[in-house]
C-alpha cells in the first residue's frame, strides 16, 4: 500500500512550476499505479495552450474559477468546484485562470515520470523512462 501526503512533494522536483500553473505530482510512474496523480494550481488570469497527444487526463475541478476552450471548435466551459473534464479525445485546448486561483487534481494515464514540460505545441512527449 503507498500512503502519502501533498506536503511530501512540496520543494522537490515533483512540484513542478511555470508562469501559468504549479503541480505538486503526488504519484508518478516510478510508483508502478499506471496512472499519475496531481494536485495542480492554475494561476489567475493565465493561459495555456495544451494538447496531449500521448496522454488521456481527467480533471477534477475542487476550487476557484477558470475556462477550458476547445481548439477545434471553440467550444468554452467554466470551470470551477464540482466540475469533472475528461480529454478522451486528446483535445487541443486552452486552459484559462480565471480571478481565483483554479485548484484541480489530475490523473494522467499512461502516467507520468515527473520530468515532462509542455513543449511548444502544449503535448508532453511519451516518457521512455521510469
Same mark, same amino acid.
Given at each position: 500500500?503507498?500512503?502519502?501526503?501533498? @506536503?511530501?512533494?512540496?520543494?522537490?522536483?515533483?512540484? !513542478?512550476?511555470?508562469?501559468?500553473?504549479?503541480?505538486?505530482?503526488? +504519484?508518478?510512474?516510478?510508483?508502478?499505479?499506471?496512472?499519475?496523480?496531481?494536485?495542480?494550481?492554475?494561476?489567475?488570469?493565465?493561459?495555456?495552450?495544451?494538447?496531449?497527444? @500521448?496522454?488521456?487526463?481527467? !480533471?477534477?475541478?475542487?476550487?476557484?474559477?477558470?475556462?477550458?476552450?476547445?481548439?477545434?471548435?471553440?467550444?468554452?466551459?467554466?470551470?470551477?468546484?464540482?466540475?469533472?473534464?475528461?480529454?478522451?479525445?486528446?483535445?487541443?485546448?486552452?486552459?484559462?485562470?480565471?480571478?481565483?486561483?483554479?485548484? !484541480?487534481?489530475?490523473?494522467? @494515464?499512461?502516467? +507520468?515520470?515527473?520530468?515532462? !514540460?509542455?513543449?511548444?505545441?502544449?503535448?508532453?512527449? +511519451?516518457?521512455?523512462?521510469?
Amino acid at each position: 500500500m503507498l500512503v502519502k501526503h501533498v @506536503n511530501d512533494v512540496v520543494g522537490t522536483s515533483d512540484e !513542478v512550476r511555470t508562469d501559468t500553473w504549479m503541480s505538486r505530482r503526488v +504519484l508518478l510512474k516510478k510508483d508502478g499505479m499506471g496512472f499519475s496523480f496531481h494536485e495542480t494550481t492554475i494561476f489567475p488570469g493565465t493561459e495555456t495552450h495544451i494538447h496531449y497527444r @500521448n496522454h488521456l487526463e481527467a !480533471v477534477w475541478c475542487i476550487e476557484g474559477d477558470g475556462e477550458i476552450e476547445t481548439i477545434a471548435d471553440g467550444r468554452k466551459y467554466a470551470l470551477g468546484p464540482g466540475v469533472v473534464y475528461a480529454l478522451d479525445q486528446h483535445d487541443e485546448h486552452w486552459l484559462r485562470g480565471g480571478k481565483e486561483p483554479l485548484r !484541480v487534481i489530475c490523473v494522467f @494515464n499512461p502516467p +507520468l515520470t515527473g520530468k515532462e !514540460v509542455h513543449d511548444a505545441e502544449g503535448v508532453y512527449p +511519451l516518457a521512455q523512462e521510469s
